[in-house]
């Protein structure tokens, strides 16, 4: 059975920085892609990042330029390294790895106080 674990979520002050981290257990198999997606209170998930297996990268317009995602290839494991946190980046971070199915990981809580 495929599980993706993250780690590295927690509270932060606005401006600061945090890493995220994801390690995929029981495949056998190189995701294709592997990203992460977010869903903050009362709105639905959404992309933040994605990385392909050549290392092509997709940001969401809002994290652009603040947030980096790198992944180990063909290991699945991926970061995200987040800075200049805001408070509306406050979200759960889902881990997301893509190979002929989807597979989702059970969230971080990352929470960004003003």
């Known amino acids: 059975q495929v599980q993706l674990v993250e780690s590295g979520g927690g509270l932060v002050q606005a401006g600061g920085s945090l890493r995220l981290s994801c390690a995929a257990f029981g495949t056998i198999f190189s995701f294709t892609d592997m990203g992460w997606y977010r869903q903050a209170p009362g709105k639905q998930r959404e992309l933040v990042a994605i990385i392909t297996s050549s290392g092509r990268t997709n940001y969401a317009a809002p994290v652009k330029g603040r947030f980096t995602i790198s992944r180990d290839y063909p290991e699945n494991t991926e970061t995200l390294q987040m800075n200049g946190l805001k408070p509306e980046d406050t979200a759960v971070y889902y881990c997301?790895?893509?190979?002929?199915?989807?597979?989702w990981g059970q969230g971080t809580q990352v929470t960004v106080s003003s």
């Open positions: 997301y790895g893509l190979d002929v199915d989807e597979y």
